[in-house]
Nanobody, 119 residues
Framework: QVQLVETGGGLAQAGQSLTLSCAAHGMGFTIHDMGWYRQTPGNERELVASINPYDGPKYADSVKGRFTSTRDYAANTVYLKMNSLKPEDTGVYYC?????????????WGQGTQVTVHS
């Protein structure tokens, strides 16, 4: 089982920055894709950013140019640096990882971290 532990998030004023981090823990696993989804009340989770070793980072149009996702492959950790935050960035951010274990393919989610941006 691959567990994802998120840190970061919290409150910010519009225009400020926040950084999220997510570390994967477990035994005998590899990670292909690792990234972040955002969910707001009444809506489904939407992809914010993802990164894999083949294609590099991908971003939702709404965050391009403002958010940067980086990944420390040795530490199984992914980061999301959020600059120029807007109130519409408010939501619960979930870390996501997809890969393989000895038992087969897996997809894991973090516990979610709240990001609230005030205007």
């Amino acid at each position: 089982q691959v567990q994802l532990v998120e840190t970061g998030g919290g409150l910010a004023q519009a225009g400020q920055s926040l950084t999220l981090s997510c570390a994967a823990h477990g035994m005998g696993f590899t990670i292909h894709d690792m990234g972040w989804y955002r969910q707001t009340p009444g809506n489904e989770r939407e992809l914010v950013a993802s990164i894999n070793p083949y294609d590099g980072p991908k971003y939702a149009d709404s965050v391009k140019g403002r958010f940067t996702s980086t990944r420390d492959y040795a530490a199984n950790t992914v980061y999301l640096k959020m600059n120029s935050l807007k109130p519409e960035d408010t939501g619960v951010y979930y870390c996501n990882a997809k890969g393989d274990t000895e038992a087969g393919r897996y997809e894991s989610w973090g516990q979610g971290t709240q990001v609230t941006v005030h205007s």
